[in-house]
C-alpha cells in the first residue's frame, strides 16, 4: 500500500489587508513559478502579501512586491526576495480575469497563498474591487459583532 504525502506544518498566510481594502467579486487559484529555496522559504511561513499586486505583461498574468525571505540554509544561488512571478492558470480563466481587469476600478489581489497536498505552492487570487470609507467601516462593525458573539457564547 503506497504512502500518500502528507505534510506535519499546514502553510495558510493569508492577506489581511486585501479584505479591509477591496470587496471580491470573483476568486481564482493559481500555480506559482518558483526557485528551490523560495519553496523553502514558503514552506517556513516566510511570506508577506500585504503589498502585493498581480498584473498582465501580455497574456501572462504576474505578482509583483511578493516578499519571500531568503532561504537562511542555502548558499550564494539564494533568490531575490520581491522578484516578480509568473502565475499559472488555464487559457480561459486567464482571458476571464482579462478581460474583466480592463473594466475601470477592478484589480486583482492576492488573498492567499498555500502549500496543497502535493506538496506544492498555490496562490488564491481575487478579482477585487476597491471599497470607499463607509464600506470599510460596516466591515469593522460586522466584524466586531461577531467577535462579541463568540464572547457571549463561551
Given at each position: 500500500m503506497a504512502k500518500k504525502?502528507?505534510?506535519d506544518k499546514i502553510i495558510n498566510i493569508k492577506n489581511k489587508k486585501a479584505s479591509y481594502e477591496f470587496e471580491f467579486i470573483d476568486t481564482f487559484k493559481a500555480g506559482l513559478v518558483l526557485r528551490g529555496s523560495e519553496i523553502k522559504s514558503i514552506r517556513e511561513g516566510k511570506v508577506s502579501l500585504t503589498e502585493a499586486y498581480c498584473?498582465?505583461?501580455g497574456e501572462e498574468l504576474f505578482i509583483k512586491q511578493m516578499h519571500i525571505?531568503?532561504?537562511?540554509?542555502a548558499t550564494h544561488y539564494n533568490h531575490d526576495p520581491v522578484?516578480?512571478?509568473k502565475?499559472?492558470?488555464q487559457k480561459q480563466e486567464l482571458r476571464k480575469l482579462q478581460n474583466k481587469f480592463s473594466e475601470k476600478g477592478l484589480s486583482i489581489v492576492p488573498v492567499r497563498i498555500y502549500i496543497n497536498d502535493r506538496g506544492l505552492a498555490k496562490m488564491e487570487i481575487a478579482l477585487a474591487k476597491g471599497k470607499k470609507i463607509h464600506d470599510k467601516r460596516q466591515s469593522i462593525k460586522e466584524k466586531d459583532a461577531k467577535r462579541d458573539l463568540q464572547r457571549m457564547a463561551f
Open positions: 504525502n502528507t505534510f498584473y498582465f505583461k525571505a531568503p532561504y537562511t540554509l522578484r516578480e512571478r502565475l499559472l492558470l
